[in-house]
Every structure is written in structure tokens, then in C-alpha cells.
């Protein structure tokens, strides 16, 4: 499986950024995106836009926030805790996420073109738990990922930011800014990890509305 280092430059000034505050007023945040965006149905594994990079985000106006909107309602209509613009068709470098740390914490925000922080050899404690994707439906593995994970990039107003997640949504950081790249979590898996996890797709219904592939 692939383990390849991201080595894009980071956004102007986001050495500099602070981490953001993304546990704070988190359901309202949250609705309120919601309440303005339409669900969008799921792309699934085998769509083009999955397999390649996205285009970096380089206006930051209400395309883009109308995008995010969309983003959270689809996110919440398939019952995920983040989720990529390719995985509603769009070829854009930006994320939402709405997921707990392992302490119970709720993170709430948005990232666009993200790239992720190389982390010292003491920092990558590797948690093998169990890992899923709204765009492989119905299928479940173990995959090793560092518990603690950084990303920076910019907000939707395009300010530099940066985002720290330990655990569980640390998982749900490394996770979606793969997919912005092309990949897949069932790319870093062996081939009969692989093998098993799409036998799981092909036998279980979607309990969202998917995209039919071309």
C-alpha cells in the first residue's frame, strides 16, 4: 500500500498560523451550514474525480462557501464524520469534518488545500482501529495511521490556518486530505485487504444516495 510524503508547499503563512478553534459552538456551526447547503449523492470508488488530484482552491467567495454548505448537508444526509469535495463530484482541494476525538470532543470546520505536517519519528504512535469511507459503502478495515496528525492550509476565506487532531479525528484529518490527493484509505491496503474490503461494497446496499459510476 502507498505511504507517500505529501511534499506540496505550504499556503503563504501557514507556518505562522495559529491552530484553530474548532470546538466551539460546534451545533450551531454546524446547522447553520446545514440548514443553507442541499445534500449532494456520493461518489463511489471507481469515479475519475476520486482517482487524481484535485485543483488547488484559489477563489474564496461565495462559490466556494456555497460549496462548503452543500459539503455539511451531504456530509450529514450519509451519516459521516468528514468528507472531501470529490466525494460530491467537485474537483476542488477542500474538506469538512464534523468528528469526535477520542475523548469525546466534537471538531467542527473546514480546510482548503491542505498539506499535511511531516511528523517527528516520537510523534507517529501508529493506532490500528478500524477505518471506513462514504465513498467505499458498507466496507470496514483496519488500517495504521499515526494518532496524532497536523494539517495546514487556509479557511474558506482563505486566512492560514492550522488543524491538530489527536485519535479519532486525527484519523478523519489524514483521511480526507488523502482523498484531495486521489487516494483512497483502501489504496494504503494489501491487496487482499483490498480484495476483501470491495467484496464488502459489492454486498451491502448504500443507506445514502451514491453517484452510478460512468
Known amino acids: 500500500m502507498s505511504q507517500q510524503q505529501d511534499t506540496r508547499p505550504e499556503p503563504a503563512g501557514a507556518e505562522d498560523a495559529e491552530f484553530v478553534v474548532d470546538t466551539e459552538d460546534c451545533e450551531a456551526r454546524e446547522q447553520a451550514h446545514r440548514e443553507r447547503g442541499t445534500a449532494r449523492p456520493i461518489t463511489v470508488v471507481g469515479n475519475p474525480v476520486l482517482h487524481r488530484e484535485c485543483r488547488d482552491v484559489t477563489e474564496f467567495g461565495e462559490e466556494l462557501a456555497a460549496l462548503v454548505d452543500d459539503m455539511f448537508a451531504s456530509q450529514r444526509a450519509a451519516e459521516g464524520v468528514g468528507l472531501a469535495a470529490n466525494q460530491i463530484g467537485v474537483d476542488l482541494k477542500v474538506f469538512v469534518y464534523d468528528c469526535p476525538d477520542d475523548d469525546g470532543v466534537r471538531h467542527v470546520g473546514v480546510v482548503c488545500n491542505p498539506v499535511p505536517v511531516e511528523l517527528p519519528a516520537e510523534r507517529r504512535r501508529l493506532d490500528d482501529s478500524g477505518e471506513?469511507?462514504?465513498?467505499?459503502?458498507?466496507?470496514?478495515?483496519?488500517?495504521?495511521?499515526?494518532?496524532?496528525?497536523?494539517?495546514?492550509?487556509?479557511?474558506?476565506?482563505?486566512?492560514?490556518?492550522?488543524?491538530?487532531?489527536?485519535?479519532?479525528f486525527a484519523r478523519c484529518l489524514q483521511h480526507e486530505t488523502d482523498h484531495l490527493y486521489g487516494r483512497l484509505y483502501i489504496d494504503r491496503l494489501s491487496k487482499r485487504e483490498r480484495k476483501d474490503v470491495l467484496k464488502q461494497m459489492a454486498e451491502s446496499t448504500p443507506r445514502y444516495e451514491t453517484v452510478p459510476n460512468p
Open 132 to 168: 471506513g469511507c462514504l465513498s467505499v459503502p458498507g466496507a470496514y478495515s483496519e488500517l495504521a495511521r499515526p494518532d496524532y496528525a497536523e494539517v495546514t492550509g487556509q479557511d474558506v476565506h482563505g486566512a492560514p490556518i492550522r488543524v491538530r487532531g489527536t485519535g479519532y
